[in-house]
């Protein structure tokens, strides 16, 4: 228990590893597997997220992998990612937010708990483009999923249930997502 951990390299292999502590990643062709963190968050191109147990994700940059994870919530910014078949269970505010994050495909995810399940922009840059499909999420406080700021999204076969707000939310104030399907 302690501070946090820095690496700032391309190639950083970070595995099985168990600590209390956050490790921050900078560089490309990183990958991260196998951990139990307070968090990862990781910032450049092709790097690999995988089968972690963490509180949070918060992946920045292009081409990354973020799949198979068990986390609390997660912040997603940039474009070209996948994340798939991670289960997101948050008891709090966001369980993924989608910040200024175009052309991503996001699938077979589980969320569950959070206030807003999927939150696209939510009082920030919003995401185009980005690929919704086969997605759960469950027990949401106030939204589902939330696409408060964002144009040409796909949304197939998701499953939104047992929420206590509205399943799915489109804009907010001035803002008014258009062209999204």
Same mark, same amino acid.
């Given at each position: 228990?302690?501070?946090?951990?820095? @690496?700032?390299?391309?190639?950083?292999?970070?595995?099985? /590893?168990? $600590?209390?502590?956050?490790?921050? $990643?900078?560089?490309? +062709?990183?990958?991260?597997?196998?951990?139990?963190?307070?968090?990862?968050?990781?910032?450049?191109?092709?790097?690999? *997220? =995988?089968?972690?147990?963490? =509180?949070?994700?918060?992946?920045?940059?292009?081409?990354?992998?973020? *799949?198979?994870?068990?986390?609390?919530? $997660? @912040?997603?910014?940039?474009?070209?990612?996948?994340?798939?078949?991670?289960?997101?269970?948050?008891?709090?505010?966001?369980? $993924?937010?989608?910040?200024?994050?175009?052309?991503?495909? /996001?699938?077979?995810?589980?969320? #569950?708990? @959070?206030?807003? +399940? /999927?939150?696209?922009?939510?009082?920030?840059?919003?995401?185009?483009?980005?690929?919704? @499909?086969?997605?759960? *999420?469950?027990?949401?406080?106030?939204?589902? /999923?939330?696409?408060?700021?964002?144009?040409?999204? *796909?949304?197939?076969?998701?499953?939104?249930? =047992?929420?206590?707000?509205?399943?799915?939310?489109?804009?907010?104030? =001035?803002? #008014?997502?258009?062209?999204?399907?």
């Amino acid at each position: 228990t302690g501070g946090d951990v820095l @690496a700032n390299r391309n190639r950083i292999q970070i595995t099985n /590893i168990t $600590m209390a502590t956050s490790f921050y $990643m900078t560089g490309n +062709g990183s990958q991260a597997t196998e951990n139990t963190l307070t968090a990862i968050h990781v910032t450049g191109s092709n790097n690999t *997220v =995988r089968d972690n147990h963490v =509180r949070r994700i918060t992946a920045t940059g292009t081409l990354n992998f973020i *799949v198979n994870n068990d986390a609390g919530s $997660m @912040a997603l910014i940039g474009s070209r990612n996948v994340v798939d078949g991670n289960s997101f269970i948050e008891q709090g505010n966001i369980g $993924m937010w989608i910040i200024d994050a175009y052309y991503n495909t /996001i699938t077979n995810n589980v969320e #569950k708990g @959070a206030n807003v +399940g /999927i939150a696209i922009g939510y009082a920030n840059p919003g995401g185009s483009y980005n690929i919704f @499909a086969g997605n759960t *999420v469950e027990q949401g406080g106030h939204y589902g /999923i939330l696409l408060q700021n964002g144009s040409g999204n *796909v949304f197939y076969g998701n499953r939104i249930a =047992r929420n206590s707000g509205v399943g799915l939310g489109l804009g907010g104030g =001035r803002l #008014k997502p258009e062209n999204n399907l």
